[in-house]
């Protein structure tokens, strides 16, 4: 059995380290990428991610350095020759379950204190309320008005002039301000998210503000989140809904809490 | 060598088998497993072809691209493919690859292949339901390869299916009869599955050979038996799933759809149904569903790096202990697909936790993979650089899934081509990995002649580097939140700026398919030209190693079955004359441990 190794040993080398260096130069460029950050939440989302990717990307590089230098160094000749006879040591094999299980449970736990703040924390009673429904290939966006209050929605009344099928006859309905793929939310200031859907699953993903949460038809999902940033940014569909999921775009403007007021009640007697 | 075992061998020896018997209904667990990976080499090609496609649209929309109306017709008139067909090509591509080339190439091939010649048995326990096991998978091939020339387009809800989009014609044009043929042809696939999974765990069970007991069964048999027990208990759950869809579909159910859609214009009159309980089924299927794909890949990995580096296997009982933690583990994880779906988030912090112990166990499988090549004597056939290749795939697959499986990190990743490029490292590429890796390694057992080794060196080497280059780049892409299953990203400002990226990757993808001509060409000329191989031409030490003819015949041996004495990976002891001593080496038992 013949085979000519030194070569495959010495490109897993080349192949890692011209690796290595075009991915940590793209790094330094680009940061890993990540969009500008619009929330308060976001800022934990972003260190979990930097923090693991240090920790895998330590463990990337010296398990590949293993890997590409045991393939350039351990070449058999082919002749017979006996390698090392090493078939077991629970020792080493205990230390490295340990050691994985350390790192990793650490991750989940830090992991699972933001999770909490972001989902297990009630907004305030207070929290500026916005509803998402996702249509193919639009999002509705309502407020509330000043009653603070949706008024009641009935499939059966959905028209194109009624899109969510709002019900006249329910007087928290009557201040309700309609918008389409327009979400104007307040600066600094707690935002719940409650999203709908009246078709297929969409997802409303605000990439900006590490947002992201399914619209389910069928029931009602939420999001509470601050918004840290004045200015318009990207509402994304995530959820495969259809031959315009790739179009299903929105706006989210963020601006002052006592201009976006005004300008809702702009929109109220527009309507 | 029992009695039943003995006159079927006697049987075939002395009754001369038909064209049809030899090759189309053949009992032969060997013939078997080669029909199941000719079939995947075939869906392997279109469903490569399909992503040729979709990367085309990708890196150049809405350009006019005059082969793609040759191609499809229809589904792309002027050249421009339709978005619903581009989300159909997409659906097919993962449907494809994921059952027909993965599971059936993995399972269904070395499965059948490799138990009986590894543990010591002239065939499967039911030849016949194997043979049926591969014509139901047939069947099953034959109506989905239908549902690209229905009216309405093949199935376009995406490989996971998700109702309502995948219940509702107006919906989605693919969601009328191609999706129906797809539910069909999915449970036709499930039937085969479990007629594949109960021979194989029946086998491993009762027809060993005397003295391989458990413990001496090489990892290849070990993953397979793990991944048919993963089959036996998950493809069942997804079986049900897919007849609760079709009744929602035709018989005016709602077991997935609730109250008040309204669709195209009109409003539905289901009412009662829940989306996420097809969520639920699909991934308490979907997730062990990754790892009947993986364990077998990662056992042929194991195997042939133990082999071709001439060392035993590095803690051989903790690959199988691993092999079992990751097995049992993948049945309480599926909701980490669903932490962004509406679950109550309390569940998604208990699935976080299931999730990322998986990495321990595969943590452990790197470390034991890498003592194993440590002053090892490596052979570098092409079926050790697969391994190899499959080591680093899955290290980079398996180290992506640390940040995804940690929800907060989840919700903005969730989607993204984050996940697109981590399945594609740790699932498809690593699994494919093992196929490759298994086909070179075997192939002198199956067709008696060796595949060349050079075209095969350069093979690995376009496809590894390539696999690399298509999706290392995604990771970026998902990180700064481009959306999965997009037709164009001419839509946002913030994915137009990943055009230039995206073209490189398409050409990277162009270059890698054309790559494989060369592993198909080097499969089929060593098919009826290659150099006659030796009976153990990579001087291994298992038992299909020992059959009496390079390419063995329908019973395996021709005289007794051998009895063996040792574990599967004695290379280089320190008291052997050669650097490998094979299982049925009886040399230190006395006379009556031989008896």
């Not at chain 1, 013949?2 to 490109?11: H, I, M, Y």
Request: charged fraction near 15%; aromatic fraction near 14%.
């Amino acid at each position: 059995m013949k085979t000519s190794g030194r070569l495959d040993g010495l490109l897993f080398v080349l192949f890692f380290v011209i690796g290595v260096v075009v991915c940590i130069w793209y790094l330094v460029g680009h940061d890993p990428g990540f969009l500008p950050l619009a929330s308060e939440h976001g800022g934990f989302i972003d260190s979990l991610f930097m923090a693991t990717l240090i920790i895998t990307g330590i463990v990337f590089i010296l398990t590949h350095l293993l890997l590409v230098y045991f393939a350039f160094r351990y070449k058999g000749s082919g002749n017979g020759d006996k390698a090392f006879w090493y078939p077991d040591n629970k020792k080493l094999e205990i230390i490295w379950t340990v050691i994985p299980a350390v790192i990793i449970i650490s991750l989940i736990v830090v992991g699972q204190v933001g999770w909490g703040k972001i989902f297990h924390t009630e907004p305030p009673d207070d929290a500026f309320v916005v509803e998402i429904v996702g249509e193919q290939f639009v999002w509705n966006i309502r407020y509330p008005g000043e009653d603070g209050e949706f008024g009641r929605t009935i499939p059966e009344l959905i028209s194109r002039a009624n899109p969510i099928g709002l019900d006249p006859t329910d007087p928290a309905s009557e201040d309700d301000i309609m918008l389409l793929n327009e979400l104007r939310i307040p600066l600094d200031y707690p935002v719940l998210l409650k999203i709908r859907s009246k078709d297929v699953i969409h997802s409303v993903f605000l990439p900006n503000f590490r947002v992201k949460m399914d619209a389910v038809p069928g029931m009602t999902t939420t999001f509470s989140f601050t918004p840290t940033m004045e200015g318009e940014f990207d509402l994304v569909c995530a959820e495969l809904c259809g031959l315009g999921h790739y179009r299903m775009r929105g706006y989210v403007v963020v601006q002052p809490m006592d201009e976006l007021e005004e300008w809702l009640i702009e929109q109220r007697e527009m309507e | 060598m029992s009695s039943e075992q003995a006159s079927l061998h006697v049987d075939i020896e002395h009754h001369k088998e038909s064209f049809i018997s030899k090759y189309i209904f053949s009992y032969d667990h060997k013939m078997i497993g080669k029909q199941y990976m000719i079939t995947a080499l075939i869906w392997a090609l279109i469903g490569m072809g399909l992503s040729w496609v979709m990367r085309i649209q990708l890196a150049y929309p809405g350009q006019q691209i005059p082969i793609f109306e040759t191609l499809l017709g229809r589904y792309a008139e002027g050249g421009i493919l339709a978005p619903e067909y581009y989300i159909a090509m997409m659906t097919m591509h993962g449907t494809i690859m994921v059952f027909f080339v993965l599971t059936a190439g993995l399972v269904g091939t070395f499965g059948n292949f490799l138990i009986p010649l590894q543990i010591g048995a002239r065939d499967m326990a039911f030849p016949l339901i194997n043979m049926l096991s591969y014509w139901t998978f047939f069947l099953a091939s034959v109506v989905m390869l239908l549902s690209f020339f229905v009216e309405s387009g093949p199935a376009a809800a995406g490989w996971t299916a998700y109702p309502p989009l995948s219940a509702l014609s107006s919906a989605i044009p693919g969601s009328g009869a191609g999706q129906s043929l797809w539910l069909l042809s999915i449970a036709l696939f499930i039937v085969s599955s479990l007629f594949g999974s109960l021979n194989y765990i029946v086998t491993v069970l009762n027809l060993r050979t005397k003295g391989m007991t458990l413990g001496r069964m090489p990892l290849t048999v070990w993953a397979v038996f793990i991944a048919a027990i993963l089959g036996l208990l998950a493809f069942p759950v997804l079986l049900a799933g897919a007849i609760m869809l079709l009744l929602d579909k035709h018989l005016a159910t709602s077991f997935f759809i609730p109250a008040g859609l309204y669709v195209g214009d009109a409003l539905l009159s289901y009412e009662g149904g829940s989306p996420i309980l097809w969520q639920h089924i699909f991934w308490f299927f979907g997730h062990p569903e990754v790892y009947i794909v993986a364990l077998p890949a990662l056992g042929i990995c194991s195997e042939v790096i133990a082999t071709c580096a001439r060392k035993p296997l590095f803690g051989y009982k903790a690959m199988i202990a691993s092999l079992l933690a990751i097995a049992f583990l993948s049945f309480i994880v599926w909701g980490h697909h669903m932490f962004v779906s509406g679950m109550n988030p309390f569940l998604g912090s208990v699935f976080v936790l299931t999730t990322i112990l998986i990495a321990v166990p595969s943590a452990v499988k790197v470390f034991n993979w890498l003592t194993t090549l440590w002053r090892g004597k490596i052979h570098y056939t092409p079926g050790m650089l697969f391994a190899m290749g499959l080591v680093s795939l899955f290290i980079t697959g398996g180290l992506t899934g640390i940040f995804l499986g940690n929800a907060p990190i989840d919700i903005q990743l969730h989607d993204t081509y984050f996940v697109v490029a981590h399945f594609h490292f740790v699932m498809g590429a690593a699994a494919l990995f093992g196929i490759f890796a298994g086909i070179y390694h075997w192939f002198p057992k199956m067709y008696g002649r060796m595949m060349s080794n050079m075209w095969g060196r350069i093979h690995f080497w376009l496809t590894f580097v390539g696999i690399y280059l298509i999706f290392f780049p995604m990771h970026f892409m998902g990180t700064t939140g481009v959306p999965r299953r997009y037709y164009a990203f001419t839509e946002f400002e913030y994915t137009m700026q990943y055009g230039g990226m995206n073209e490189f990757i398409t050409i990277a993808t162009l270059i890698t398919g054309a790559a494989q001509v060369i592993f198909l060409v080097n499969f089929f000329g060593s098919m009826f030209f290659g150099k006659k191989a030796e009976t153990n031409p990579w001087k291994a030490a298992t038992l299909e190693w020992t059959t009496d003819d390079p390419m063995p015949g329908h019973g395996n041996w021709k005289g007794e079955i051998p009895t063996v004495y040792r574990g599967p990976h004695e290379y280089s002891t320190p008291d052997g004359k050669e650097d490998f001593i094979l299982q049925t080496d009886s040399t230190g038992f006395g006379k009556m441990d031989k008896e």
